[in-house]
């Protein structure tokens, strides 16, 4: 393609080869901000939703109020939540990825607490039987049990950040969303429709991710089904 | 603490509340559009997973619909929907990416409520003699409502979240009240009108969750 007065770009096309050829370390930046922003919140989000639920688990009466703020934690919208962490951190990738460790957080606590609810009252006591501490029933009998559950809020809350970081383009720092941003700001068609169509595929492309680990680390679930 | 004083003062203030940029007028924007949104969702999504359910077909369809709607950035949807021929049309494409997105809750929902009618009554139904259309809607509608209103809380509460993002297309709603407030660099008018969607979303599950309680109280009875 050359670069004449009616190639695709001037032409405002949809798709547009010119676009993705001279703009391609553009999206790549995008491209690597989505990412980071995302594996940050959904890590710092897991490490936070495991000892909670694991609490909840042995405190009986802890189980309902950490459900009850994380629900209300995610019914509060994107937008809001983003703005409402503004007095916090400023304008900054911080505020945008607080917002998404609370909305993951929801999702990774009531999963992870569904898994260990989940573990037979039976393997337990076969276990303390054997002579199990707490410790040790906790973290190879009762944790490994309850991945499967786990895992499936993991990808949930993968996916859904994925598709939240682009609301953090009214800070500034949300990936590709700020190319999209932009793009509908100068009526750019392209930039939108390549931003948006590699945010949607790089979101698949981490639950099929997320899937295969789930299988690779719990190989006794597919046995079990067949 | 300063910045909640301010934001107390932003809300207090009644000149913040009057006008075609005041808060009620605002808020008016944002239930009229998220009511219409939720009854032309409804209106797409519950024939569909009724029948579907009723006949049993489409299962994977159903369910899977909603995770595939979650990576979906509603946000790409609207910007990308604005840029064609739907643009020109005012609401449009707000009205268009909202209704998209509340659909798969509903429909999984729904779908869901359906299949989870014990099949032992809708045997018994069949054998004393009911067509169809009288087994839809004397056993299997009934028994399925509380997981079908469920859907449609969730859908609700999650449109009156997803309803400010349409202010970043220059929609309106509430949602005008934070970019508003993000141009003018005031963060008292951006935390005001976060706690507002916030305490709206809120509101709104309350009183959905009070009218699935008020739901007719013999499809509880049957849990």
Same mark, same amino acid.
């Given at each position: 393609?050359?670069?004449?007065?009616?190639?695709?770009?001037?032409?405002?096309?949809?798709?547009?080869?010119?676009?993705?050829?001279?703009?391609?370390?553009?999206?790549?930046?995008?491209?690597?901000?989505?990412?980071?922003?995302?594996?940050?919140?959904?890590?710092?989000?897991?490490?936070?939703?495991?000892?909670?639920?694991?609490?909840?688990?042995?405190?009986?009466?802890?189980?309902?109020?950490?459900?009850?703020?994380?629900?209300?934690?995610?019914?509060?919208?994107?937008?809001?939540?983003?703005?409402?962490?503004?007095?916090?951190?400023?304008?900054?990738?911080?505020?945008?990825?607080?917002?998404?460790?609370?909305?993951?957080?929801?999702?990774?606590?009531?999963?992870?607490?569904?898994?260990?609810?989940?573990?037979?009252?039976?393997?337990?006591?076969?276990?303390?039987? !054997?002579?199990?501490?707490?410790?040790? @029933? %906790? $973290?190879?009998?009762?944790?490994? #049990?309850?991945? +499967?559950?786990?895992? *499936? &809020?993991?990808?949930?809350?993968?996916?859904?950040?994925?598709?939240?970081?682009?609301?953090?383009?009214?800070?500034?720092?949300?990936?590709?969303?700020?190319?999209?941003?932009?793009?509908?700001?100068?009526?750019?068609?392209?930039?939108?429709?390549?931003?948006?169509?590699?945010?949607? !595929?790089?979101?698949?492309?981490?639950? @099929? %991710? $997320?899937?295969?680990?789930?299988? #690779?680390?719990? +190989?006794?679930?597919? *046995? &079990?089904?067949? | 603490?300063?910045?909640?004083?301010?934001?107390?003062?932003?809300?207090?203030?009644?000149?913040?509340?009057?006008?075609?940029?005041?808060?009620?007028?605002?808020?008016?924007?944002?239930?009229?559009?998220?009511?219409?949104?939720?009854?032309?969702?409804?209106?797409?999504?519950?024939?569909?997973?009724?029948?579907?359910?009723?006949?049993?077909?489409?299962?994977?369809?159903?369910?899977?619909?909603?995770?595939?709607?979650?990576?979906?950035?509603?946000?790409?949807?609207?910007?990308?929907?604005?840029?064609?021929?739907?643009?020109?049309?005012?609401?449009?494409?707000?009205?268009?990416?909202?209704?998209?997105?509340?659909?798969?809750?509903?429909?999984?929902?729904?779908?869901?409520?359906?299949?989870?009618?014990?099949?032992?009554?809708?045997?018994?139904?069949?054998?004393?003699?009911?067509?169809?259309?009288?087994?839809?809607?004397?056993?299997?509608?009934?028994?399925?409502?509380?997981?079908?209103?469920?859907?449609?809380?969730?859908?609700?509460?999650?449109?009156?979240?997803?309803?400010?993002?349409?202010?970043?297309?220059?929609?309106?709603?509430?949602?005008?009240?934070?970019?508003?407030?993000?141009?003018?660099?005031?963060?008292?008018?951006?935390?005001?009108?976060?706690?507002?969607?916030?305490?709206?979303?809120?509101?709104?599950?309350?009183?959905?969750?009070?009218?699935?309680?008020?739901?007719?109280?013999?499809?509880?009875?049957?849990?």
């Amino acid at each position: 393609m050359t670069a004449s007065p009616d190639d695709c770009l001037a032409r405002n096309d949809w798709i547009c080869g010119e676009y993705l050829r001279t703009r391609r370390h553009i999206l790549l930046e995008a491209v690597l901000q989505h990412l980071q922003l995302t594996a940050a919140s959904v890590l710092i989000a897991l490490v936070i939703a495991v000892p909670m639920a694991v609490l909840a688990r042995r405190w009986g009466w802890a189980a309902p109020p950490v459900l009850g703020v994380t629900t209300i934690l995610y019914t509060i919208p994107s937008l809001a939540m983003f703005s409402l962490l503004l007095p916090l951190y400023g304008l900054s990738a911080a505020l945008v990825v607080a917002g998404l460790v609370l909305y993951s957080l929801t999702l990774l606590v009531r999963n992870i607490l569904a898994g260990l609810r989940a573990v037979p009252e039976d393997t337990r006591q076969a276990a303390r039987g !054997v002579g199990y501490g707490p410790v040790r @029933l %906790l $973290l190879t009998v009762e944790l490994p #049990l309850a991945l +499967p559950a786990a895992m *499936a &809020g993991l990808r949930i809350a993968t996916v859904s950040a994925f598709s939240l970081v682009t609301v953090g383009a009214i800070v500034g720092f949300g990936g590709l969303g700020n190319l999209i941003y932009a793009g509908m700001n100068t009526y750019f068609k392209a930039q939108v429709l390549t931003a948006s169509v590699l945010c949607v !595929v790089i979101a698949v492309a981490a639950d @099929l %991710l $997320l899937l295969g680990a789930q299988r #690779l680390i719990t +190989p006794w679930t597919r *046995a &079990g089904r067949e | 603490m300063n910045t909640l004083g301010a934001t107390w003062h932003w809300l207090t203030d009644p000149a913040h509340w009057a006008g075609d940029d005041g808060i009620r007028h605002r808020w008016e924007q944002h239930l009229v559009l998220t009511v219409v949104c939720l009854l032309i969702a409804c209106v797409i999504a519950l024939p569909v997973a009724l029948v579907l359910g009723h006949l049993g077909k489409g299962g994977a369809l159903a369910v899977n619909i909603s995770n595939v709607g979650r990576a979906v950035p509603t946000f790409a949807v609207l910007v990308l929907l604005l840029l064609t021929p739907v643009g020109a049309w005012g609401e449009g494409p707000t009205v268009v990416a909202l209704v998209l997105f509340a659909v798969p809750p509903l429909l999984t929902n729904a779908y869901v409520g359906m299949r989870e009618v014990d099949r032992d009554v809708v045997r018994s139904a069949r054998g004393m003699g009911m067509t169809g259309r009288q087994m839809l809607f004397r056993v299997e509608l009934p028994l399925a409502l509380p997981l079908v209103l469920n859907g449609v809380r969730i859908a609700a509460v999650q449109l009156v979240a997803t309803a400010t993002i349409a202010a970043l297309a220059g929609g309106g709603g509430l949602g005008r009240i934070i970019t508003a407030g993000f141009n003018l660099a005031s963060t008292p008018q951006v935390v005001a009108g976060a706690v507002l969607v916030a305490v709206f979303a809120l509101v709104v599950e309350g009183v959905l969750e009070a009218v699935e309680r008020l739901a007719p109280r013999r499809t509880r009875d049957s849990r």
